[in-house]
């Protein structure tokens, strides 16, 4: 949609509704400049006062690298990180759909699984996007200080069935590089700490931050896991493929989340090409994810039966390893549950009749008592008359 040229796009009016202004000084923060909406005049000759209506309840933020990558309006880049009045138009949804805040027993830490837990580190991220689970947070970020720190560090060491720590926000890869090795340093030190995961969309949405020195450095915490965030094939260009390469190369495992978007990636053709690229980078697609049902994002959402025909139209038709998990998280902090389609047709007394990825049957054999235990496990819907 291209909006008509307003006055009301003055540089005070930008800071108000929550946009640095274009030409930005050097973030103090992620050490990265910053675009604001001053791309749309530079580049697509476009600007308007919807724009600045949603971004004073939603802030707006774009890196240099990922505005650089929209080639018309409206296109899966641009729908991902541009404010749309949708967003203003859905009350439905939850604040917080994954009742993070209830379940966080110390101020940014989340213990929902009984071995892991998300500890939020960060308020930065390289973008804003449009359909972020933890919109509440932008205008209104929870205080990071010392002691919430603290009390983050002392809930993990004092629970001793704690051998996951997920690190997200924000985005914990634009942390001051001292303060990640911080964290790092202090979850090496408690021996039930196992694993250490880092969600991230720095190496797609802000690819020069990820430097040699910060591989190197990261290298010293093994294990540690790196879960990036890409949704689009157009995510994958030289500079994001720099990025995986230096981390790959210090032995970090890669792993991709990739959220199912309207009008962004609800497509097997474009999924394929995601996921197959994704593992020419060494980045595993682990997650294919309905998406939260987050206040103010709904018209990305798609039908659960879209993921679930999607991936099966991928399914033998693409590599094992890029066939990703299709799962809902669901609402009220309940957890992520895995979805797949329908490949039992009957089971009976000594066999099953399965269907392929082709569509043919196939009949597979059971041990003697197996039907029974098995159909506990499998529910099949008979056909409707």
């Not at 930005?24 to 910053?34: K, S, Y």
């Not at 240099?64 to 991902?80: K, V």
């Not at 010293?220 to 965030?229: E, K, L, R």
């Amino acid at each position: 949609m291209v909006l008509k040229r307003t006055e009301e796009f003055l540089d005070g009016e930008r800071k108000a509704a929550g946009f640095a202004p274009w030409g930005n000084p050097v973030d103090e923060t992620t050490g990265q400049v910053f675009t604001g909406p001053g791309f749309l005049d530079h580049k697509w000759k476009c600007s308007g006062k919807e724009i600045l209506m949603v971004a004073r309840r939603y802030p707006f933020r774009v890196s240099r690298h990922y505005a650089g990558l929209i080639r018309d309006p409206g296109d899966p880049i641009w729908r991902q990180v541009m404010p749309d009045p949708a967003e203003l138009e859905d009350s439905d949804g939850f604040e917080d759909p994954l009742a993070e805040e209830r379940l966080s027993p110390v101020p940014n830490l989340v213990h929902r699984y009984p071995n892991r837990v998300l500890w939020l580190v960060s308020h930065e991220c390289a973008l804003h996007c449009r359909f972020c689970t933890r919109k509440r947070r932008w205008e209104k970020p929870r205080p990071m200080t010392d002691e919430s720190f603290g009390a983050g560090l002392a809930y993990i060491e004092g629970h001793r069935q704690v051998q996951d720590v997920l690190l997200s926000g924000g985005d914990p890869l634009l942390l001051p590089f001292h303060r990640l090795e911080n964290i790092l340093r202090e979850l090496r030190r408690i021996r039930h700490v196992q694993i250490v995961r880092i969600g991230t969309r720095v190496p797609c949405a802000l690819p020069e931050r990820i430097t040699e020195n910060l591989a190197a450095m990261l290298k010293q915490y093994h294990p540690i896991y790196v879960n990036i965030h890409f949704n689009h094939p157009l995510e994958i260009n030289p500079q994001s493929s720099r990025a995986c390469a230096l981390l790959a190369d210090a032995g970090i495992p890669l792993g991709s989340q990739t959220v199912l978007l309207k009008g962004v990636n609800d497509d097997s053709g474009v999924l394929a090409e995601l996921f197959q690229g994704l593992l020419v980078l060494r980045v595993r697609p682990y997650h294919l994810m309905q998406m939260d049902l987050t206040r103010g994002t709904s018209h990305f959402r798609t039908p659960v039966s879209t993921g679930i025909r999607l991936l099966q139209s991928l399914r033998n038709r693409i590599s094992g390893p890029a066939m990703p998990h299709f799962v809902v998280d669901l609402p009220g902090g309940h957890g992520k549950i895995p979805l797949v389609p329908q490949y039992v047709e009957e089971i009976r007394p000594d066999s099953m009749v399965l269907r392929d990825y082709l569509g043919s049957l196939c009949v597979y054999p059971l041990l003697q008592g197996e039907a029974a235990d098995l159909k506990q496990w499998i529910r099949i819907t008979p056909p409707a008359p």
